[in-house]
């Protein structure tokens, strides 16, 4: 009795190592090579608005055991200790307007009159820094420390989390604003009296507009 | 012989009872129904150990808004591979990253003298404030990537890293010649702009640095 017990077992924990997701041998290519790559771009943008903006990124590294018996779910956090991390992260954004294809039809005279027809605003991501005095990091006697690695891909997360956090930031109404108050002073210098000055932008932006209006280096750095 | 084996078999059959043919019928049946349940329900069986690899969501918190107005006339967008090396007993560790960044070359209508625009009937002179350097930082360090790792690194050695990368951006890319492209490029920008407005003659200056 007790052998056919063991066999029974032995069958089960066969049967648990078929496992349905083969895990192929991934080769991880980075898409950089190992040299500087140079470019430079001729370009006619106005920036108004610069945001500073700051976030702690957070993670608690926690070891578990996952999986699936007699087709229950089970998921159990392993006793080998934790490990966590802050990184403080500040972003630099600028909203811009482009002028490389400005034209006279962006602009319309009536009299002392001057209307100017601004192209849509962009938003970009210039610049991050992370605060590397102000890490902290806990990491217990039985784990491994944060590898480089895994610094900068919580990093690249923060970042990316930064980007989706773009649209409920309401930047472009600020840009819109302050690109007006860039431009008047500008216009008044040609001889215009204030009142006769009129910036106005293509149309109103809705939330779906934000995001298309997030500059795209930004979007392709995200990634 | 073979009518014996024959007949041994037609007494054999005629003689056993029912009963003896249905316990070792019963015992296979078992067996057969009992490896395929245990089969279908072990089927999706699995087990991995698993780490989180995701940070946790945290707000983004704005800290300042500032009003500027910088005119970019030239971007640049460089990436640098910077390494650090450090000796030992027991063997070196050796840290390389990638670094981007884009330094942004144009003027800053700040800086314009007062009268930087004078209009007449139909010719416009323009002043322009020097072509410079528009952000002090201009590294993206969160796209940063880890290239190569041999023993253990400090956050220290990381900003050193982050120092070594931003002064060989500003040595490759705040070239004469890139300064000159900058400036010529927002000579024909502002001439550009300036004729669009209704100016026939259009001049445009930089102010020394």
Same mark, same amino acid.
């Given at each position: 009795?007790?052998?056919?017990?063991?066999?029974?077992?032995?069958?089960?924990?066969?049967? @648990?190592?078929?496992?349905?997701?083969?895990?192929?041998?991934?080769?991880?290519?980075?898409?950089?090579?190992?040299?500087?790559?140079?470019?430079?771009?001729?370009t006619s943008r106005l920036y108004t608005?610069?945001?500073?903006?700051?976030?702690?990124?957070?993670?608690?590294?926690?070891? @578990?055991?996952?999986?699936?018996?007699?087709?229950? /779910?089970?998921?159990?956090?392993?006793?080998?200790?934790?490990?966590?991390?802050?990184?403080?992260?500040?972003?630099?954004?600028k909203a811009y307007v482009d002028f490389s294809?400005?034209? @006279?039809?962006?602009?319309?005279?009536?009299?002392?009159?001057?209307?100017?027809?601004?192209p849509?605003?962009h938003?970009v991501?210039? @610049?991050?820094?992370?605060?590397?005095?102000?890490?902290?990091?806990?990491?217990?006697?039985?784990? /491994?420390?944060?590898?480089?690695?895994?610094?900068? /891909?919580?990093?690249?997360?923060?970042?990316?989390?930064?980007?989706?956090?773009?649209? /409920?930031?309401?930047?472009?109404?600020?840009?819109?604003?302050?690109?007006?108050?860039?431009?008047?002073?500008?216009?008044?210098?040609?001889?215009?009296?204030?009142?006769?000055?009129?910036?106005?932008?293509?149309?109103?932006?809705?939330?779906?507009?934000?995001?298309?209006?997030?500059d795209?280096?930004?979007?392709?750095?995200?990634? | !012989?073979?009518?014996?084996?024959?007949?041994?078999?037609?007494?054999?059959?005629?003689?056993?009872?029912?009963?003896?043919?249905?316990?070792?019928?019963?015992?296979?049946?078992?067996?057969?129904?009992?490896?395929?349940?245990?089969?279908?329900?072990?089927? =999706?069986?699995?087990?991995?150990?698993?780490?989180?690899?995701?940070?946790?969501?945290?707000?983004?918190?704005?800290?300042?808004?500032?009003?500027?107005?910088e005119w970019e006339f030239?971007a640049?967008? =460089?990436?640098?591979?910077?390494?650090?090396?450090?000796?030992?007993?027991?063997?070196?560790?050796?840290?390389?990253?990638?670094?981007?960044?884009?330094?942004r070359?144009g003027?800053?209508?700040?800086?314009?003298?007062?009268?930087?625009?004078?209009?007449?009937?139909?010719?416009?002179?323009?002043?322009?404030?020097?072509?410079?350097?528009l =952000?002090?930082?201009?590294?993206?360090?969160?796209?940063?990537?880890?290239?190569?790792?041999?023993?253990?690194?400090?956050?220290?050695?990381?900003?050193?890293?982050?120092?070594?990368?931003?002064?060989? !951006?500003?040595?490759?890319? !705040?070239?004469?010649?890139?300064?000159?492209?900058?400036?010529?490029?927002?000579?024909?920008q502002?001439?550009?702009?300036?004729?669009? !407005?209704?100016? =026939?003659?259009?001049?445009?200056?930089?102010?020394?640095?």
């Open positions: 009795m007790k052998n056919i017990a063991y066999m029974i077992f032995l069958a089960i924990l066969l049967m @648990s190592c078929g496992d349905k997701e083969k895990t192929a041998a991934k080769s991880y290519q980075l898409d950089t090579i190992p040299m500087m790559v140079l470019q430079i771009q001729k608005t610069e945001y500073h903006l700051h976030k702690i990124i957070t993670h608690n590294d926690v070891k @578990s055991i996952t999986g699936k018996i007699f087709n229950q /779910s089970f998921h159990i956090d392993l006793p080998v200790g934790k490990r966590k991390i802050a990184i403080p992260l500040d972003a630099t954004l294809n400005f034209t @006279s039809k962006n602009i319309k005279k009536a009299g002392k009159k001057i209307e100017i027809i601004l849509d605003p938003i991501l210039t @610049s991050t820094k992370i605060n590397h005095q102000e890490v902290k990091q806990y990491v217990a006697i039985t784990r /491994s420390n944060f590898t480089d690695e895994e610094l900068t /891909s919580f990093e690249n997360q923060g970042r990316t989390a930064i980007i989706k956090d773009i649209p /409920s930031l309401d930047m472009i109404g600020i840009a819109k604003e302050n690109a007006a108050k860039t431009l008047i002073p500008f216009i008044k210098q040609m001889g215009y009296a204030e009142e006769d000055i009129t910036i106005t932008f293509r149309k109103q932006f809705n939330l779906n507009d934000i995001e298309k209006l997030i795209k280096t930004t979007i392709e750095n995200g990634k | !012989m073979e009518n014996k084996t024959l007949r041994y078999l037609k007494y054999f059959f005629s003689h056993s009872s029912k009963t003896f043919w249905l316990l070792p019928t019963t015992l296979l049946t078992i067996s057969i129904l009992l490896i395929i349940s245990l089969y279908l329900l072990n089927k =999706d069986n699995s087990i991995t150990i698993s780490q989180n690899k995701n940070i946790e969501i945290t707000p983004t918190q704005i800290r300042s808004i500032e009003d500027i107005g030239l640049i967008s =460089d990436e640098e591979l910077v390494d650090t090396l450090r000796k030992g007993f027991f063997g070196d560790s050796e840290l390389v990253r990638i670094y981007y960044g884009t330094l070359l003027i800053n209508l700040r800086e314009a003298q007062p009268g930087w625009i004078r209009a007449g009937q139909d010719t416009i002179v323009a002043t322009l404030p020097p072509i410079k350097l =952000d002090k930082d201009f590294i993206d360090e969160a796209k940063t990537r880890s290239f190569y790792e041999s023993g253990s690194w400090n956050e220290q050695a990381r900003e050193q890293l982050y120092q070594k990368a931003y002064n060989a !951006m500003l040595r490759r890319c !705040m070239t004469p010649s890139n300064i000159k492209s900058a400036q010529e490029n927002a000579g024909r502002f001439y550009h702009l300036l004729t669009s !407005m209704g100016y =026939d003659h259009v001049k445009i200056r930089f102010q020394n640095r």
